[in-house]
């Protein structure tokens, strides 16, 4: 069994920061890429940040500059510090990962639960 569990969220006043964490626990291998992903209300999934097994690092546009995405392979963490938010970057964020359970199986992706972030005076 892999989980993914994450921490961090809560509510920041516009211009504020927040870090989230995600720990990966369980049966694991190995770790592929990790990543995070949020929605908004009324609002498809999105990618926000990726990064690889060997650190390349991966942004959309909107977070660029603002969001900065690190991973601690010893710890199976993968973290996203966020500075600088808006109201805009509201949304409920997941966590993913590219997990091997095992080294007779494969990868296979993982989500956590979910943390919300709410950016609002």
């Known amino acids: 069994q892999v989980q993914l569990v994450e921490s961090g969220g809560g509510l920041v006043q516009p211009g504020g920061s927040l870090r989230l964490s995600c720990a990966a626990s369980g049966s694991i291998f190995s770790i592929n890429d990790m990543g995070w992903y949020r929605q908004a209300p009324g609002k498809q999934r999105e990618l926000v940040a990726a990064?690889?097994?060997?650190?390349?690092?991966t942004y959309v546009y909107s977070v660029k500059g603002r969001f900065t995405i690190s991973r601690d392979n010893a710890k199976n963490t993968v973290y996203l510090q966020m500075n600088s938010l808006r109201p805009e970057d509201t949304a409920v964020y997941y966590c993913?990962?590219?997990?091997?359970?095992?080294?007779?199986?494969?990868?296979?992706?993982?989500w956590g639960q979910g943390t919300q972030v709410t950016v609002s005076s």
């Open positions: 990064i690889t097994s060997t650190g390349t690092t």
């Open positions: 993913n990962a590219v997990i091997r359970p095992s080294i007779s199986g494969w990868y296979d992706s993982y």
